[in-house]
């Protein structure tokens, strides 16, 4: 849909709600909650069932050593052209750019935590936490550095069976992700028309070569797949924002449609592909997709506008793709754009749910097509916030649960799920932490949500992306300098309590008074 008839659209309704009458149009749009967590419906102990998965989370590039990938392109350009902008605090890393990166040594840049020569001894300690499930990445690069190849590389299969074996020692289950954000270097390169990535001619190919060779290694090996990590996040930051390769800052959202669809159309290739292979082999496996889903809310609660944009802007980042996967459909929100995706349909046998933060809304009369997208409120000082300026609310992962279970009637996984906290008590991050675990109960206990397991962000600290390594999100600390030395955080002991106790429990918070939602 053209900018003009968007805006024209978004005016009416602005225009409608206000003329409305009365306090009618509170009724219809969504206000801001600030519940902070969820009242207990009763004084039920908050244990979890024994088959519950509590696990941690990881990807290739944050934690591995650098492939032939797009991502590695860009750091070899940030570091050439000096590109290290960011404002003094967290997350104002200027697009294009990767915060602090030039003064890191070369060996932190290209080893990221070196897991890829301490995986035996990070998984062991992982074991001994309690931790019985663990999220990785299948790097692309890795099994397809070069440009041309009909097999992949059997250093890149040898490299992945091998940590598999190490997480079967460990009795610990593999979640696997086919795609966290990173490309080959070369899929960038320009087909014959001209296009690059998602939009070239042949992009679904090389996708079907690239899946069939993991699902022909690595089922059964492997029963719980992500397609796709946050493609939201890849679409905006890489096409709009322009801070994630490919560095694109294109209109909005519907001027990647091209992208959007070849995401969807990616998904669905990976869906049959892996369930072909096991059902050929006889394995039960189960494939979704992990979505960043945020507690959007209206900046101001007696603004209309604020209320009916942040429902549009809920509906086109939290749900406009799991929709498509459900119904076969590209739909973008407030847009003309909807297209059928064959073979997607129902591709989707559980709900993958990143969820961090609440974000707000504030809307503009004279600019009704931009809204302005706010990590905390900046009236609100006293709201807790992480090191990035995120704003913590809780009770938005039982409202999200609850949505997403009833919605789409599947089991659910929190396949994300953490804070940045970089103090060595890390009070922040055993709050957040407690808090979440409660919620999760909550909404299994009182919503009836059909949820499987939970996977904290992230088990050590790693390359944030543009943030680079200043950002802390680990249960264990990693000093980077110092030979990439592990040093569990006080969260750490808390996440193996919680696990041993099988949730959060009265006696925890006994336990750990800081931590008490």
């Known amino acids: 849909m053209p900018a003009r008839r968007w805006r024209l659209r978004v005016a009416l309704a602005a225009l409608a709600v206000a003329l409305a009458g009365g306090l009618a149009w509170q009724r219809a749009l969504p206000g801001r909650d600030d519940t902070f967590v969820t009242p ?4 039920a102990e908050p244990r979890f069932p024994a088959s519950f998965l509590w696990g941690v989370a990881t990807a290739g590039t944050q934690i591995e050593v650098g492939q032939a990938s797009d991502w590695a392109a860009f750091e070899r350009d940030v570091l050439a052209h000096g590109r290290f902008a960011a404002g003094t605090a967290l997350g104002t890393t200027v697009p294009g750019h990767i915060r602090d990166f030039g003064r890191w040594s070369a060996q932190v840049r290209a080893a990221k935590t070196g897991f890829d020569t301490r995986h ?6 992982a074991a001994a936490m309690g931790i019985n499930a663990f999220r990785i990445s299948i790097e692309w690069a890795r099994l397809f550095p070069r440009a041309g190849m009909a097999q992949p590389s059997s250093a890149g299969i040898a490299y992945y069976r091998q940590l598999l074996a190490q997480m079967r020692r460990n009795h610990i289950t593999p979640l696997v992700t086919l795609f966290h954000y990173v490309s080959p270097e070369w899929f960038f390169a320009p087909d014959a028309t001209g296009r690059r990535g998602w939009e070239r001619a042949d992009a679904m190919e090389h996708w079907q070569r690239y899946v069939t060779a993991v699902a022909e290694n690595f089922v059964p090996d492997v029963t719980l797949w992500c397609t796709l990590n946050e493609p939201m996040v890849s679409l905006y930051n890489g096409y709009v924002e322009g801070s994630y390769p490919p560095l ?8 990647a449609a091209e992208v959007y669809a070849g995401l969807l159309r990616a998904h669905a290739i990976a869906y049959r592909t892996l369930h072909a292979v096991a059902a ?11 979505q960043n889903i945020n507690a959007f809310a209206p ?12 429902r549009y802007v809920d509906q086109g980042w939290n749900w406009d793709f799991p929709d498509a996967i459900a119904s076969g459909r590209l739909r973008i929100a407030n847009t003309a754009i909807d297209r059928e995706i064959p073979g997607l349909a129902g591709s989707q046998d559980f709900i993958g749910i990143n969820y961090y933060m609440r974000v707000y809304v504030r809307g503009d009369v004279f600019h009704p097509d ?9 009236q609100a000082p006293a709201e807790p916030r992480n090191d990035l300026g995120w704003t913590v609310y809780p009770h938005g992962l039982y409202t999200t649960l609850a949505r997403a279970a009833a919605r789409y009637g599947k089991p659910v996984y929190i396949l994300e799920n953490g804070t940045a906290d970089a103090a060595d008590d890390d009070r922040g991050r055993q709050r957040y932490l407690a808090a979440h675990v409660r919620e999760m109960w909550l909404a299994l206990h009182q919503e009836k949500v059909d949820l499987r397991g939970y996977f904290h962000w992230s088990y050590i600290d790693n390359f ?5 390594f200043d950002a802390r999100f680990g249960l264990v600390a990693v000093d980077y300098e110092h030979d990439f030395k592990r040093t569990p955080r006080p969260s750490a002991g808390l996440y193996a309590a919680i696990i041993g106790a ?10 750990y008074p800081d931590a008490v939602p």
Do not use: F, K
Not at 40 to 43: C, F, M, N, R, T
Not at 299 to 310: E, K, M, Q, S, V
Not at 502 to 511: F, Q, V
């Open 248 to 255: 694109e800052q294109r209109a909005d959202i519907a001027a």
């Open 40 to 43: 207990a419906a009763d004084a």
């Open 120 to 125: 035996a001894a990070d998984l062991a300690q």
């Open 502 to 511: 099988g949730g959060w429990t009265a006696d925890l918070a006994r336990r």
């Open 464 to 468: 944030e992306w543009t943030e680079g």
């Open 370 to 378: 931009a809204p302005q997208i706010l990590l905390h409120d900046p």
């Open 280 to 290: 050929a082999r006889h394995a039960d496996i189960s494939v979704g997709i992990a």
């Open 299 to 310: 900046l101001r609660n007696g603004a209309p506008l604020d209320r009916l944009l942040a």
